[in-house]
């Protein structure tokens, strides 16, 4: 089993930046991928940022990264859009190919 928990969501300014966390803990050496994806009001959940890709939308202004002493994976989020106000998720499969979700935390993009 692995668990997920994020952090670091908040309001800000349209052309703001945030810093999302995401902390793994237990079966860590049996995760394959994390990453990070994102669910606004009506809309169904897309890939934000994953190993070796991203959304069109947010090329060139979100960066993935991760800090394996840690067992963290960050997304940088600069000159946010108000498009960018959804709820992120951080998510990690295993070896076995089973998927993990973090709880979300709410981003919110003001204009």
């Known amino acids: 089993q692995v668990q997920l928990v994020e952090s670091g969501g908040g309001l800000v300014q349209a052309g703001g930046s945030l810093r999302l966390s995401c902390a793994a803990s237990g079966s860590i050496l049996s995760i394959n991928a994390m990453g990070w994806y994102r669910q606004a009001p009506g809309k169904e959940r897309e890939l934000v940022a994953g190993i070796t890709s991203y959304a069109d939308s947010v090329k060139g202004r979100f960066t993935i990264s991760r800090d394996n002493a840690k067992n963290t994976v960050y997304l940088q989020m600069n000159s946010l859009k108000p498009e960018d106000t959804a709820v992120y998720y951080c998510?990690?499969?295993?070896?076995?190919?089973?998927?993990?979700w973090g709880q979300g935390t709410q981003v919110t993009v003001s204009s």
């Open positions: 998510h990690a499969y295993d070896h076995l190919g089973y998927e993990y």
